[in-house]
């Protein structure tokens, strides 16, 4: 039996997956209702992705990683987060874990042009590009899609890549707890006077959150996340007014700023679907899990669960069993949670932690921080953050 899977969504997730299960003799429909030529020239976005060793190696591996210009990649050597004005931070670092970073940063439009390019190599992925996906529905022995020009496919498995707003996980009933924070991330990037020394630091200050991404030399990716009023008027200063307003923001830390591009802006919602599969389909990336930025592990564990499902749905098919069903997708599912949920809970925490400014959540937050920075937390947290799960 000729046997099949259908993605709804070719972002960096949707990508990985089908170039993941296409290596392993799967043939895919890969269904996004962006035009082809926005897929394979994606615009700049301001979004800079931290990449663990993890991830580079699956990006290796799915032949993206060699199609990726070096002056693209920046390494990240330690992380440092601080609560407020107070000179103490918590500090991740490789320490001895046998390489001297944490990982490296790279442009979300460089990885999806990547992705897109690897994925063009392969015959057995079909892309239906332009188009949207009007029904979906699932029965014992297929899933089936029906498109807005009236046309229709079907196979074995049917996998919602669509975003942390998944229409598709709709139509299959699956809910999911969704938070909408009432803040949104702006980001983009500058020129600084001041070596950021691949250092990526964080602050999380009275009625802000403030992070500065090391690029080359003498560049950086700026990151404030504000209530959705104030990051609305922000985005929408000229470029000199936008360049001293980061400046007076991180307090000259890193001397003047100047815009090197524009805000973009992203309002902030997280996602946890309350199940990852039913009867022939299965939730990836953030459809499934919608992480939140603070701990720029989104992407990692997409791609992370791409990994395990394709190794999954490969499995199956080398013994002769069926791909799409349920004792397949329950194991996702298992492994998927087991990954995700845990740095999800620590990352709300955090999040509650440090935005919440009432007197108690103050002092709870600079004992906590004092607390983390114990050798034994701090290399735990950052066993963690490097690995991505």
Request: aromatic share 4%; charged share 20%; hydrophobic share 45%.
């Amino acid at each position: 039996m000729t046997q099949s899977v259908l993605i709804v969504g070719a972002g960096p997730v949707g990508l990985a997956l089908a170039i993941g299960l296409a290596k392993a003799g799967i043939a895919v429909t890969l269904v996004e209702r962006q035009a082809e030529d926005e897929l394979a020239e994606p615009a700049f976005d301001g979004r800079e992705i931290a990449l663990t060793h993890a991830t580079i190696a699956a990006l290796k591996r799915l032949g993206a990683w060699d199609r990726i210009a070096a002056d693209a990649i920046h390494p990240l050597a330690e992380a440092r987060v601080y609560n407020g004005a107070s000179p103490l931070a918590l500090s991740f670092a490789p320490g001895r874990s046998g390489t001297r970073q944490l990982g490296s940063l790279v442009s979300n439009c460089d990885i999806r042009r990547a992705l897109f390019a690897a994925a063009r190599q392969l015959p057995s992925i079909e892309l239906i590009s332009g188009i949207s996906v009007a029904r979906v529905a699932t029965c014992e022995n297929e899933a089936r899609i029906w498109l807005d020009d009236g046309s229709d496919r079907a196979a074995s498995l049917l996998v919602a890549a669509d975003s942390r707003f998944s229409a598709i996980r709709g139509q299959l009933g699956i809910s999911a707890r969704m938070n909408r924070l009432g803040k949104s991330m702006l980001v983009g990037r500058v020129a600084i006077e001041r070596d950021h020394g691949h250092v990526a630091t964080e602050w999380f200050d009275h009625g802000q959150t403030l992070a500065l991404l090391p690029l080359c030399e003498g560049q950086a990716s700026a990151v404030v996340t504000l209530a959705d009023g104030q990051a609305q008027r922000l985005a929408e200063l000229d470029e000199d007014a936008t360049s001293a307003e980061l400046t007076r923001r991180f307090a000259r830390r890193f001397g003047d700023m100047r815009m090197l591009t524009p805000l973009h802006l992203f309002p902030l919602t997280t996602t946890y679907a309350h199940r990852f599969v039913t009867q022939r389909a299965a939730l990836a990336g953030d459809a499934a899990v919608g992480m939140h930025p603070v701990t720029a592990h989104g992407f990692n564990l997409g791609l992370a669960g791409t990994e395990r499902l394709a190794h999954l749905a490969a499995s199956a098919c080398q013994k002769g069993s069926d791909l799409g069903n349920l004792g397949v997708l329950h194991r996702y599912q298992a492994g998927h949670r087991a990954a995700t949920w845990p740095l999800y809970a620590t990352t709300n925490v955090i999040v509650g932690l440090y935005t919440d400014e009432r007197r108690p959540r103050r002092l709870a937050r600079r004992v906590g921080l004092q607390a983390a920075r114990l050798a034994p937390v701090s290399h735990t947290l950052t066993k963690m953050l490097m690995r991505g799960a």
